[in-house]
């Protein structure tokens, strides 16, 4: 009979869960929990580069559940970029009124990394593919559709799911595939 021991099981890759709630808290709820992926993410092994990337796409699909599921749907163009923060701070505060949370589910391993971020709104997946575009504008990044470019570029996979509760984002990293060009 083999003796099963910590390091035996850590070789097997078993994947972690995740299963976070939270807030809409454009602030805290955000660093917090992009600070707890990026934690697990380098206890597993991933390099400083990769947990970067997934961390800061990660960061993006939070925020964008908040904003345009949770808040919204709401986009930039409809306030202006002078209203913008205002209306942000005002509907952040309606949302934890009426105490809409944002969901992370999925599992992480040191070769894949599967999250599934779920929000509480009305938006659809046709109003994330019909505000699909580069972000890029006049040589810089534009917060505008930034999640978009990030998950393209950064993830294998992104995927809408419409839900009774809202809408769910899924964001899938695996080491062993190539990512888009």
Known sequence: MTEVT??????TRIPQTIQWEMATDIGKAVDT???????RLKQLGWDDDETFKIGLTFREWLVNAMVHGNMGP???EEVGEEAWDKVIE??????QATGKKVRVT???SDERVELIIQD???ETREFWLGHRR????EGLMDTSNR?????????NSISFKKTPEGLEVTLIRDKNLPLPK
């Open 74 to 76: 709401l986009q930039k």
């Open 134 to 137: 580069s972000p890029v504008k």
């Open 90 to 95: 005002e509907r952040q505060k309606q949302a």
């Open 106 to 108: 999925g599992s992480v």
């Open 33 to 39: 929990h992009e600070d707890r992926l990026k934690e």
């Open 120 to 122: 509480q709104g009305k």
């Open 147 to 155: 999640g978009w470019y990030l998950a393209e570029h950064l993830m």
């Open 6 to 11: 910590s390091a035996h099981i850590s070789e």
